[in-house]
């Protein structure tokens, strides 16, 4: 997969997590950071700093993303998250419009 097909997430604690641009795309949020003209480092480079979110739930997140994409494609799964994530996640999920 050529480098320009994917995005680099970076947790707070600095865990990376490279995933499909197609994917990071469903969120708003990164899709606003990656094509916001300007030069901006996330446009510049293909990543994105989130010092808020940690590797846990970033992960999570980045599941979610691939769990969608197959969503929408008619693959019907069940996407479980843990109760304890709930809180975090439904934050996380805010900031990123997702």
């Given at each position: 997969?050529k ?6 997430l970076i947790s707070a ?11 990071a795309m469903?969120?708003q949020?990164i ?8 030069g901006?480092a996330?446009t510049e480079h ?5 010092p808020?979110i ?6 999570k997140?980045?599941?979610y993303?691939y769990w969608n994409?197959?969503?929408?494609r008619?693959k ?9 994530l709930?809180?975090e996640?439904m934050?996380?999920?805010?900031y990123?419009?997702t």
């Open positions: 997969m480098k320009e097909e994917t995005v680099k604690e600095g865990m990376e997590f490279v995933i499909d641009k197609e994917a469903l969120s949020t899709r606003n950071m990656l094509t916001s003209p300007g901006f996330e293909g990543e994105v700093t989130f808020e940690s590797a846990l739930i970033l992960e997140i980045c599941q993303f994409l197959q969503y929408s008619g019907e799964t069940e996407f479980h998250i843990e109760p304890e709930t809180l996640l934050m996380a999920a805010n990123l419009h």
